[in-house]
């Protein structure tokens, strides 16, 4: 039983993926942990909104890599390794001209940004350079992904995750305090990029052919829009936070905001994994409907698991992990938590919808990005405490959620 259930390309994948990500995730939490610790409450607040502003700028990247995961899926199925190498040419090269372009214009406006969240524009141009990370650095991992090299895919993240843990400690004891950590980011991941360039060298082997992919822009385009979503809906809580609560009071809110998205990323290799596989049996309804169930089983466990410690024992969970500075927050920690589980449910139906869609309407994805943005920041603006404000943001993720199962059904 044990090794039919082993066999189970679902299951392997998921395993390995499920395991190298979740130790990824994990030195990530060390990261906010340790930062959390080192630093006071108001220049933790700082460092996790330059966080927040990160996420939004790498929004394209789980865009890139999800576009090239699926594409790459199915030229490997039928061995046409050449147009994974043309394909791995063609975003590549668009990527390096893109990103100089968005970079220069991401420096014209971190002055109104810094006004706006009140962060040295000296912090925000560092959190810029992640632009040259995210139009190059997706593109290898889609290829693995696609390609069902788990192992491999999951070495890079726990390589990133390694390198910033590392640099982090040693840069904030030199006392560079947020720059160092912010800086650690950067830096782990320009060298996650040059790790990936080993594990995808081998498709050089392989001689060019034509490729023409009908609709790929269109589709692009769509990827990005609904991925966006995700990403606003998963940063902005943080950011808001930023404009209308005193910086201290930020710092606290950023550790029960942390502690939710724990969930949120604990349980992101499911879609991750799930992607490739749904997407190559596009047309097979049934198998591809047996995938979703068995990856939404796997989320909800994890989560209900972390909703239950966070539900009987927030006091500990904070003090352990954090301090006790931030044990203000333990009472909304499940209010948090249950919104990115939320989230995260909604992340896994969005991602299964991509996989058997290539033509989407770019209007329906438009319209359903405004409705977040209205949903979300008008909800968020009127709120007097991080209580409260935590309550809406679950509301708010709930209404988003139905909305993203009306969006899908049509």
Do not use: C
């Not at 060390?30 to 108001?42: C, V």
């Not at 100089?100 to 810094?114: E, G, R």
């Not at 249950?338 to 989230?343: A, E, K, P, Q």
């Amino acid at each position: 039983m044990i090794k039919k259930i082993l066999s189970d390309e679902m299951v392997k994948g998921g395993i390995v993926l499920f395991i190298m990500i979740s130790i990824f995730n994990f030195l990530n939490y060390l990261f906010h942990f340790i930062t959390a610790r080192m630093l006071d409450p108001s220049q933790y607040g700082v460092l996790v909104t330059l966080m927040s502003i990160i996420y939004i700028i790498t929004i394209p990247s789980e865009a890139i890599q999800t576009i090239v995961t699926k594409y790459t899926s199915n030229f490997y199925k039928y061995k046409q390794y050449g147009k994974i190498r043309t394909l791995f040419n063609k975003f590549f090269n668009k990527g390096l001209k893109i990103s100089l372009f968005v970079f220069l214009i991401y420096i014209l406006f971190t002055p109104i940004i810094s006004n706006l969240l009140k962060i040295e524009i000296s912090l925000l141009v560092i959190s810029g350079f992640a632009i040259f990370i995210v139009f190059i650095m997706p593109v290898g991992r889609g290829i693995l992904q696609g390609t069902k090299k788990f192992y491999l895919l999951g070495i890079n993240y726990l390589s990133e995750g390694i390198i910033k843990l590392f640099l982090t400690v040693i840069l904030i004891s030199l006392g560079l305090s947020i720059f160092g950590a912010i800086s650690s980011v950067i830096i782990a991941a320009l060298a996650a990029f040059f790790i990936s360039i080993f594990s995808y060298i081998d498709i050089y082997k392989y001689k060019k052919e034509r490729l023409k992919i009908d609709g790929l822009y269109s589709y692009s385009l769509n990827v990005f829009l609904l991925f966006a979503s995700i990403i606003v809906i998963l940063s902005t809580d943080i950011i808001i936070a930023r404009m209308i609560f005193p910086p201290d009071v930020v710092g606290k809110y950023a550790v029960a905001s942390t502690i939710g998205k724990m969930i949120f990323f604990s349980t992101l290799p499911i879609s991750k994994v799930m992607f490739p596989l749904t997407s190559e049996k596009t047309g097979d309804k049934g198998n591809t409907i047996i995938l979703f169930v068995k990856s939404l089983v796997l989320i909800l466990i994890i989560s209900f698991t972390a909703l239950l410690i966070f539900w009987l024992f927030p006091q500990q969970f904070i003090s352990i992990l954090f301090s006790d500075k931030y044990i203000d927050v333990s009472g909304i920690i499940i209010y948090t938590g249950i919104s990115f589980t939320i989230l995260s449910i909604s992340n896994l139906l969005l991602t299964y919808y991509l996989s058997q869609n290539e033509k989407i309407s770019v209007i329906r994805v438009i319209f359903f990005m405004m409705i977040i943005f209205i949903i979300q920041f008008s909800l968020l603006f009127h709120t007097d405490s991080i209580k409260e404000f935590a309550l809406f943001l679950l509301f708010s993720n709930i209404i988003i959620f139905i909305i993203a199962l009306f969006f899908i059904n049509k």
